[in-house]
Nanobody, 123 residues
C-alpha cells in the first residue's frame, strides 16, 4: 500500500502561482511513477503531469505545458507541482497519483490516489 497526501491548494488570482505537494508513505517511493490529475466541477478527471522514477522524464497535458512543472524528491518521498500563470480554467480538485510498473500515469489507471486538494483561480 502507498498512502498519498496532497497539500498546497488554495485560492489565487488569475496570473498567480501555487505549489502543490504530495507526500508518499508505505512502499518504496522510487518504484512508482508519479503524476497529477485534476477534476473540475461537472467534468471528468483529467491528466495533468507525470514524472518517472528518476525525475528525468516528464510529460504534461497541452493545457498546462509551459506553465506547470512537476518534480520529485526521492529522498523525501515527495512530488510537487509548481503552477504558474494560473487561469480560471485551472480551477479543480488536484489529485496526486502513483503507478507501479509503468513509465507514465497518462493513459493508465493509477494504483493509488491521494484525497485531493482544491485549487480555485479567480478572474
Amino acid at each position: 500500500q502507498v498512502q498519498l497526501v496532497e497539500s498546497g491548494g488554495g485560492l489565487v488570482q488569475a496570473g498567480g502561482s501555487l505549489r502543490l505537494s504530495c507526500a508518499a508513505s508505505g512502499r518504496t517511493f522510487r518504484d512508482y511513477v508519479m503524476g497529477w490529475f485534476r477534476q473540475a466541477p461537472g467534468k471528468e478527471r483529467e491528466f495533468v503531469a507525470t514524472i518517472n522514477w528518476s525525475g528525468n522524464v516528464r510529460a504534461y497535458a497541452d493545457a498546462v505545458k509551459g506553465r506547470f512543472t512537476i518534480s520529485r524528491d526521492n529522498a523525501k518521498n515527495t512530488v510537487a507541482l509548481q503552477m504558474n500563470s494560473l487561469e480560471p480554467e485551472d480551477t479543480a480538485v488536484y489529485y496526486c497519483a502513483a503507478r507501479g510498473g509503468a513509465s507514465s500515469v497518462r493513459g493508465v489507471a493509477p494504483d493509488y490516489w491521494g484525497q485531493g486538494t482544491q485549487v480555485t483561480v479567480s478572474s
